[in-house]
């Protein structure tokens, strides 16, 4: 079975990451072949066809940090401009994955 994984970071070492890298050694040990859409890579954990870098899901991407400034620390009295920045950001990873990856 193919399964996609999303993640804002692989190969480091916080729990997240961490925990994820053993998920994909169980699940390819099974037989499963493993994608990854990424913001950011620290190292290879499958092989790089199948592995996608997208900097919008990087916790350091410009976009990123101006989503959680709106949503935990500077909230905005009308949510509007957050949540249209959040659909297109949806809608550019939904177009990432079902373009082929």
Known sequence: MNIGIIIGRIGDVDGVALETEKWITVLQKMGHKIFILSGRFKRDIVAPKQQKLLRCL??????????????????????????????????????TIFNGY
């Not at 350091?60 to 989503?67: I, K, L, Q, V």
């Not at 949503?71 to 950001?89: G, K, R, S, V, Y």
């Open 58 to 95: 990087s916790f350091f991407s410009p976009e990123c940090e101006w989503e959680q400034n709106r949503a935990f620390f500077f909230p905005p009295d009308d949510p509007d401009e957050l949540m249209a920045h959040l659909e297109a950001t949806s809608t550019r990873v939904a177009t």
